[in-house]
């Protein structure tokens, strides 16, 4: 059995269907990219996967409980919650809080750790993607990209089962972006199930273990990055490909 199962996972905004019945399933240790054109649906997937948006139908399956992605209950969301954790495209850190304290602040309130614990796994989180030096910074004296790896830090701490990712590295300036992508590239290397969408292809394809494309809400194609980039079945993703001059030739290295 997959470690999560999406079934029927369909959401509207006004009469516009932005996910059109969607099935998805993702082994532990995966790490599925959602790529696509914009408007497409591929963050609403995400913010509907957890809640952040309410869809019209679907159910979400983690490690075989089920849940209701219609629920009202604020007590199956904040269930379902506790096995996930989003990751931002505008990093969503506390202003008020240190560094330090931003990571230590789920863990101390959702998970009810003493502050010596919390601080002690914040720590070993901001060390792994090298922020030691700042754990007592702000958020406004941070960079963007700084900024971005207390956020995935903060997410990591919580031991997700499923790590969300909405476009991370789309708010920051160019030479920022890859600091993140080597903090997410370590994060999946030890081992974290991760969906995650992006627009960074050459990433996707040297870290993704398969890709979904997505277009009017419905999944198009799904496989592994050679199937996706080398041998593109509907003319539809070869478009896609071609328009961002990914088809051929693709190199990427961190």
């Known amino acids: 059995m997959s470690l999560v199962e999406i079934r029927g996972l ?6 516009n269907v932005v996910l059109d019945h969607v099935d998805l399933d993702i082994q532990k240790g995966e790490v599925v990219a959602i790529i696509g054109p914009s408007g497409t649906g591929k963050s609403t997937l995400l913010r509907c996967t957890n809640l952040l948006e309410k869809p019209e139908s679907g159910t979400i399956t983690i490690d075989g409980k089920k849940y209701e992605l219609t629920t009202k209950s604020s007590k199956e969301k904040l269930a379902l919650r506790q096995h996930t954790e989003m990751v931002f495209q505008q990093f969503n850190l506390f202003k008020q809080k240190t560094a330090l304290e931003n990571v230590m602040e789920g863990l101390v309130v959702v998970k009810k750790l003493s502050r010596e614990e919390a601080r ?5 989180q901001l060390d792994k993607v ?3 030096d700042r754990i007592y910074h702000y958020p406004k004296h941070l960079s963007g990209g700084q900024q971005q790896r207390v956020a995935i830090s903060r997410a990591l ?5 499923l790590l969300l990712m909405d476009e991370p590295t789309s708010a920051l300036d160019p030479e ?5 992508l080597v903090t997410i590239r ?3 290397q030890e081992g974290n199930t991760i969906l995650l969408v992006t627009h960074e292809m050459g990433f996707v394809k040297s870290v993704a273990n398969r890709i979904i494309f997505l277009e009017n809400g419905r999944i198009v194609e799904d496989g592994t990055p050679k199937d996706i ?6 003319d539809r993703l070869k478009e896609f490909l071609i328009n961002i001059n990914m088809l051929e030739g693709l190199e990427y290295s961190i």
Request: hydrophobic share 40%.
């Open 10 to 15: 369909s959401k509207k905004f006004g009469n």
């Open 120 to 124: 002690k796994i914040a720590l070993e």
């Open 130 to 132: 090298g922020m030691t």
């Open 157 to 161: 701490a919580m031991q997700p089962q």
């Open 176 to 180: 920022l972006v890859n600091e993140v």
């Open 186 to 188: 370590r994060a999946a």
């Open 229 to 234: 980039f080398e041998n593109p079945k509907s």
